[in-house]
């Protein structure tokens, strides 16, 4: 399985992105989709979350209300939408496939087997 990350760029403080995760085989009914990034720097941190069977998301408290990730099956992408995009949220997004994780599990990258090569997201203030 392939993950594909796109829907990065530079965009001033305010504004919005749309990053999307595309799989290269139908997985999202069994897979959750996490989304996670590594600012300059830092360590890399989970950043959001939907489970395989389309319960409740998960997100780091400071992209809460900011942040909504969401999936189409039928596409098999997930994506990431951003709003109200902050200076700290500069960072390489990565997407992530979990097997049939839920809960907090879905915050811990050990859960996840299959990774995207990353995608920039750079704002400026």
């Known amino acids: 399985v392939q993950l594909q990350a796109s829907g990065g760029g530079l965009v001033q403080a305010g504004d919005s992105l749309r990053l999307s995760c595309a799989a290269s085989?139908?997985?999202?009914?069994?897979?959750?989709g996490g989304w996670f990034r590594r600012a300059p720097g830092k360590e890399r941190e989970f950043v959001a979350a939907?489970?395989?069977?389309?319960?409740?998301?998960w997100y780091t408290d400071s992209v809460q209300g900011r942040f909504t990730v969401s999936k189409d099956d039928a596409k098999n992408t997930v994506y990431l939408q951003m709003n109200s995009l902050k200076p700290e949220d500069t960072a390489v997004y990565y997407c992530?496939?979990?097997?049939?994780?839920?809960?907090?599990?879905?915050?811990?990258?050990?859960?996840?087997?299959?990774w995207g090569q990353g995608t920039q997201v750079t704002v400026s203030s």
């Open positions: 085989e139908d997985i999202y009914g069994r897979y959750s």
């Open positions: 992530a496939a979990a097997k049939g994780a839920t809960g907090r599990r879905l915050t811990l990258d050990r859960y996840y087997q299959y």
């Open positions: 939907i489970p395989w069977n389309s319960g409740t998301p």
